[in-house]
């Protein structure tokens, strides 16, 4: 493994599971001293173990609270002295007809999903400005087309897609690059109910050419490739991280439907 990150500092949101484990477990094995942000605690450390103590701090606690988020960067460089990469990846989703979404589920997600990403750029955004580091915001599928059933969610993630752009074109100049990834389908805690349904996951199958669900240690080796000088000119990005998912043009496979395939 590279060491892209030695003597770097970074902040990973959700990192208890899922994309935010394996982002955080990577930017530690890249040798960055990494702040793990997350509800439980627990689970924060279940993503350290094994790796260096010195190298890390669990900070549990609610991106949509914006007096948590402020002490969580001020608590970051109090310690570690410096903040070089903000990985805005803390987010949920829910399911089912928009009828049924009452404002108390709208509230939540876009407090989570949204507002957590506003709160973490608004507080990194001055420290990065001295380190000239980077920010990688976590869109999603849902954050460039829209789902059946997950409206709430494509609301929240359309905005991070486009607030992303809009920072982008506000900080590059200044030496701050701002990108996100989009991932379809990854396996995580939060898709073990789909993945446990066979007509889902074929459907999936059907839509993605790789034929799987994403690894979160796979979405987390683009999100580093990101917040890394490797990609030094890349800002302004929502990459996705889909299995081939936007390849398509929607329509169906001619050549499974004609027995070609």
Same mark, same amino acid.
């Given at each position: 493994?590279?060491?892209?990150?030695?003597?770097?500092?970074? +902040?990973?949101?959700?990192?208890?599971?899922?994309?935010?484990? /394996?982002?955080?477990?990577?930017?530690? $094995? #890249?040798? !960055?001293?990494?702040?793990?942000?997350?509800?439980?605690?627990?689970?924060?450390?279940?993503?350290?173990? =094994?790796?260096?103590?010195?190298?890390?701090?669990?900070?549990?606690?609610?991106?949509?609270?914006? &007096?948590?988020?402020?002490?969580?960067? #001020?608590?970051?460089?109090?310690?570690?002295?410096?903040?070089?990469?903000?990985?805005?990846?803390?987010?949920?989703? &829910?399911?089912? @007809?928009?009828? $049924? +979404? &009452?404002? $108390?589920?709208?509230?939540?997600?876009m407090a989570t999903d949204?507002?957590?990403?506003?709160?973490? !750029?608004?507080?990194?955004? @001055? $420290?990065?400005?001295?380190?000239?580091?980077?920010?990688?915001?976590?869109?999603?599928?849902? =954050?460039?087309?829209?789902?059946? =059933?997950?409206?709430?969610?494509?609301?929240a993630k359309g905005a991070?897609?486009?607030? &992303?752009?809009?920072? !982008?074109?506000?900080? /590059?100049?200044?030496?701050?690059?701002?990108?996100?990834?989009?991932?379809?389908?990854?396996?995580?805690?939060?898709?073990?109910?789909? #993945?446990?349904?066979?007509?889902? +996951?074929?459907?999936?199958?059907?839509?993605?050419? +790789?034929?799987?669900?994403?690894? @979160?240690? #796979?979405?987390?080796?683009?999100?580093?490739?990101?917040?890394?000088?490797?990609?030094?000119?890349?800002?302004?990005?929502?990459?996705?991280?889909?299995?081939?998912?936007?390849?398509?043009?929607?329509? @169906?496979?001619?050549?499974?439907?004609?027995?070609?395939?």
């Amino acid at each position: 493994m590279m060491d892209r990150f030695e003597g770097k500092v970074v +902040i990973v949101t959700g990192a208890g599971t899922g994309i935010g484990a /394996g982002t955080a477990r990577r930017f530690l $094995q #890249e040798g !960055a001293v990494v702040v793990l942000n997350g509800r439980r605690e627990a689970k924060l450390r279940e993503t350290i173990a =094994g790796f260096d103590a010195a190298k890390s701090l669990v900070h549990p606690g609610d991106v949509s609270d914006e &007096t948590y988020v402020k002490r969580l960067v #001020e608590d970051t460089v109090t310690k570690f002295g410096r903040l070089d990469v903000l990985v805005n990846n803390a987010g949920f989703a &829910t399911f089912g @007809p928009f009828a $049924q +979404i &009452t404002t $108390q589920d709208w509230r939540k997600m876009m407090a989570t999903d949204l507002d957590g990403v506003y709160f973490g !750029a608004r507080e990194a955004l @001055p $420290q990065l400005l001295k380190t000239k580091g980077s920010i990688v915001n976590l869109s999603s599928a849902s =954050g460039l087309g829209g789902d059946w =059933g997950m409206s709430a969610y494509n609301a929240a993630k359309g905005a991070v897609t486009n607030f &992303t752009r809009a920072l !982008a074109l506000e900080y /590059g100049s200044r030496g701050v690059r701002i990108n996100a990834v989009a991932p379809s389908i990854t396996s995580t805690e939060a898709t073990v109910d789909f #993945e446990k349904s066979e007509a889902v +996951i074929a459907a999936f199958r059907d839509r993605l050419p +790789i034929g799987r669900s994403a690894k @979160p240690e #796979e979405v987390a080796g683009v999100i580093a490739f990101l917040a890394s000088e490797d990609a030094r000119f890349i800002n302004g990005v929502i990459l996705p991280v889909d299995g081939g998912l936007h390849a398509s043009n929607g329509q @169906p496979n001619f050549l499974s439907l004609l027995g070609q395939a």
